[in-house]
């Protein structure tokens, strides 16, 4: 099959949305021990520790968002986080891949290793972590490109030169959206549906080959079924992947992982301001049919929340 060739001189400048994916992917590569050239782990999947947080506080300024997290995230497995609004799932989220840096007011104390490399010592390129750990965010932004450029837009800026079909394709497949898409590579990603949408930037997320994906909230402005879609593909490709999502849905969280963290908002005392903090992490049975903790049973028995 021949491939559309879409770049043009007229291609339209970078949006703030390729902006920033543009900052997740570098020639610079985050290499910790067990992780090939390609991106592709070389560990054997024994549930090697991916994350290993300790004593995780985040800032905003004056205001303590998140108050010492402790959990470990193993290889190829889904790590589910889930709780009420405010809570600080998704500001956890982004210490993975040190997304919190481009707010200028965050601050991120404690520890978080990824392979045994703490993600935020000084030596640590920010750029290089988001290579290997790429990210898929709540509304689908596709860039205004054909879906081609879509997909092979992170593996030309991160250096890759030539014909990049087989990039394309490989990556279209293991979104799942290859056959409905591939006799129309060349038409503009912003006309397809929004779970089609979704599953683009997952595809355009894999390209680069990383080690993890972060998930904040990817079915949230999805149909059921486009939802369903999703949850499916998240399942086919955690061989290859370690994946952390974040859902407010919380039989989305029962389906797909297998791992769930429960995360709740208390006031602080003096400030009167909300600060999230983890209540309980444990296997995602557990924690729906005997959690340890009588808020994580209030919580995912509907009680509150």
Wanted: charged share 25%; with cysteine; glycine share 8%.
């Amino acid at each position: 099959m021949e491939y559309p060739d879409t770049r043009s001189e007229d291609t339209p400048e970078h949006t703030e949305d390729e902006a920033t994916v543009t900052s997740m992917i570098d020639t610079t590569a985050l290499t910790p021990q067990s992780v090939g050239d390609d991106g592709s782990s070389t560990a054997p999947l024994d549930g090697r520790d991916v994350f290993t947080v300790e004593g995780l506080n985040v800032f905003y300024g004056d205001h303590h968002a998140v108050s010492e997290v402790d959990l470990t995230v193993k290889e190829r497995e889904i790590t589910a986080f889930i709780g009420p609004s405010g809570c600080g799932k998704s500001t956890v989220l982004r210490c993975f891949n040190r997304m919190n840096d481009l707010i200028d007011i965050a601050r991120v104390d404690g520890t978080v290793r990824y392979h045994g490399v703490d993600l935020y010592d000084e030596s640590v390129d920010p750029v290089a972590v988001r290579r290997r750990i790429g990210m898929v965010f709540q509304k689908p932004n596709p860039f205004p490109k054909s879906i081609y450029d879509n997909v092979a837009y992170g593996p030309r800026v991160g250096g890759q030169r030539g014909n990049l079909d087989d990039v394309v394709e490989r990556s279209l497949r293991s979104a799942g959206l290859w056959d409905e898409v591939k006799d129309r590579l060349g038409e503009s990603a912003l006309g397809m549906s929004g779970g089609q949408q979704q599953r683009l930037c997952i595809a355009r997320a894999i390209a680069v080959n990383p080690d993890v994906l972060l998930m904040d909230e990817p079915c949230s402005a999805l149909d059921p079924i486009a939802t369903g879609v999703i949850e499916e593909l998240m399942k086919e490709i955690q061989s290859d992947y370690t994946i952390i999502i974040v859902t407010h849905n919380m039989q989305q969280a029962a389906r797909v992982s297998d791992r769930t963290a429960f995360f709740t908002a208390e006031i602080d005392e003096r400030s009167g301001q909300r600060r999230g903090k983890l209540v309980e992490f444990d296997e995602t049975g557990t924690i729906f049919s005997n959690p340890g903790d009588e808020r994580t049973e209030a919580y995912v028995t509907g009680r509150f929340g």
